[in-house]
């Protein structure tokens, strides 16, 4: 059973477009942190959110975590190349099993192409 | 700092062998961590520790082992390569509180 769902998978866009990705969950979660993962590197962490409803703005990202704190979004406003890359989420705290905050549930990704 | 390093970048093994991916941290977080990342698949927790001593499995450790002798390294022991095992390895560290993770730049393992 996956518990954090990403959606969309896959992600082809043109330079400037808007876009918007998705990590839903049955389950509620503590925190929620966003990572992006380039080819042939580790992922770096973009951004945690820890309260629901919140909303943080990183330049031309933003992220929101649901009012349940069981789904969250990352926009990206105006793409540009540099934006491409593997998008994940990752829950800590699963508040269902007891899970701590230290260990997190990653969801697969959404790989997303910023073309020129 | 050099954050988390990982050594090797890239091995190839025969069904059988045996090796030892290493993790080192200069940061002095207590929590470090195991992955691997198959395509398609996301991070999967493989064993994980909260402190010098102290080892605990995650989600798929079977067919490897960890040690934890002091804060700085987590080494992650295969024993008995299996292809199963091909995939890339990250060791990630963290802080308690906030569970942020920092990723040492993977090592890419391709059994044979």
């Known amino acids: 059973t996956q518990l954090l769902e990403q959606s969309p998978q896959f992600l082809s866009i043109q330079e400037g477009e808007n876009l918007t990705v998705y990590c839903n969950s049955s389950?509620?979660?503590?925190?929620l942190q966003w990572y992006r993962q380039e080819p042939g590197e580790g992922p770096v962490l973009l951004v945690t959110?820890?309260?629901?409803?919140e909303v943080k703005k990183l330049k031309r990202l933003t992220f929101q975590f649901g009012d349940a704190r069981k789904d969250s979004s990352l926009h990206i406003t105006a793409a540009q190349p540099g934006d491409t890359g593997l998008y994940l989420c990752a829950g800590g705290g699963q508040s269902d099993s007891g899970g701590s905050n230290y260990k997190l549930t990653f969801g697969k990704g959404t790989l997303l192409t910023v073309n020129p | 700092n050099a954050g988390v390093t990982q050594t090797p970048k890239f091995r190839i093994l025969k069904i059988g062998q045996s090796m030892t991916l290493q993790c080192t941290q200069d940061m002095n977080h207590n929590y470090m961590y195991w992955y691997r990342q198959d395509p398609g698949m996301g991070l999967k927790l493989i064993y994980y520790?909260?402190?010098?001593?102290?080892?605990d499995k995650g989600e798929v450790p079977n067919g490897y082992n960890v040690s934890r002798s002091t804060t700085e390294d987590f080494p992650l022991r295969l024993e008995l390569a299996a292809p199963s095992q091909t995939s890339v390895y990250f060791c990630a560290s963290s802080y308690p509180v906030g569970g942020a993770q920092y990723f040492g730049p993977g090592t890419r393992l391709l059994v044979l």
């Open positions: 389950s509620v979660f503590s925190s």
């Open positions: 520790s909260v402190g010098a001593g102290i080892t």
């Open positions: 959110v820890v309260t629901g409803g």
